[in-house]
């Protein structure tokens, strides 16, 4: 069992959800993203994503866009991200996820990307564009090398889909909460209890909910019923508006302190209540592509 399973099973003993901040590497540069990563380590995150910049980001909103942009304007390389988490390493031990593109990780080398995605420590892989039933590319290297593959679920997955992403993946099951791109949200779907306990009770895997979250209490009423919340862009966003490099830092902690400490509480006490009813409209933006984009030019 790799970190990601360890820490799920820990947080499981603990009664507790799994908080899972995302993190784009390189924005605003690859010096103060480091610094941001122990910072919300220290402010309670369970697992890390680290964002991997890419030029076509299909499921991403505009903040996380934004953040891509300004860290390829730097010349950001998969080399430079893979030396972020060789530094990272040599202080925590908290689990990292590289989140991004089937494009860049194919054109690097599936095999030469899995091999050093490991030896520098990142603990899993999730390509947004890469469905299950084209993953073996990508897992006949990552499996050997105990890299989790972790595929993405949404409301619109029917019962196959569950079980086949179930069967292949490892680690936890990402459930997007809403049918379109990541972005922060004021109200989530009041129906996401039930369908997150339609995909756990046909997968053992833990799962955990991202896409909207923005919020304390947000993230609690999550941790009432799913396994991890995934705070992305709502942090992206924070990130983005902080002026220095140590306020860019210190506002992710405190923030993902803050997120973590009302999941706490909320695993602590009595059943959470839905933050909006089923009838609260969410974006109405079409389901990411989910096709990996093999064709277009990226400089590793």
């Known amino acids: 069992m790799g970190r990601i399973g360890k820490k799920f099973a820990e947080l499981k003993q603990r009664g507790e959800a799994a908080l899972i901040p995302f993190v784009t590497a390189g924005d605003p540069d690859l010096a103060t993203t480091l610094e941001i990563l122990y910072a919300v380590e220290k402010g309670g995150a369970d697992l890390i994503e680290l964002g991997i910049p890419f030029s076509d980001p299909t499921a991403d909103g505009p903040t996380i866009q934004r953040s891509s942009e300004r860290a390829l304007k730097n010349n ?3 080399e430079k991200i893979f030396s ?21 990780f194919f054109h690097y080398g599936l095999k030469t990307f899995c091999r050093r995605a490991a030896a520098a420590g990142a603990d899993g892989v999730l390509c947004v564009d890469l469905p299950p039933e084209e993953s073996g590319e990508l897992k006949q290297w990552s499996d050997p090398l105990g890299l989790d593959v972790i595929f993405l679920l949404s409301p619109t997955s029917g019962p196959d889909r569950i079980l086949q992403a179930a069967r292949q993946g490892s680690g936890f099951l990402y459930y997007v909460s809403v049918t379109g ?5 004021r109200s989530l779907d009041g129906r996401l209890r039930g369908q997150v306990a339609r995909v756990r ?3 053992a895997l833990p799962v955990g909910v991202g896409f909207g979250i923005s ?9 009432g019923f799913a396994d ?8 992206v966003q924070l990130i983005e508006s ?3 490099r140590r306020q860019k830092a210190e506002r992710a902690g405190e923030f993902v302190a803050r997120l973590k400490g009302a999941m706490r509480r909320a695993r602590k006490g009595s059943r959470a209540s839905p933050v909006q009813s089923s009838k609260v409209q969410c974006s109405t933006s079409s389901p990411p592509n989910l096709e990996p984009r093999r064709r277009r030019n990226f400089e590793p």
């Open 76 to 78: 950001l390389s998969l």
């Open 201 to 203: 009770r046909a997968a």
């Open 84 to 104: 972020l988490v060789r530094r990272f390493r040599r202080r925590s031990e908290v689990p990292l996820i590289l989140f991004g593109y089937f494009n860049p």
């Open 215 to 223: 919020s304390p209490k947000q993230a609690a009423w999550i941790a």
């Open 242 to 244: 902080a002026k220095s």
């Open 181 to 185: 791109v990541t972005g922060a949200r």
């Open 228 to 235: 991890a919340a995934v705070v992305g862009s709502a942090l």
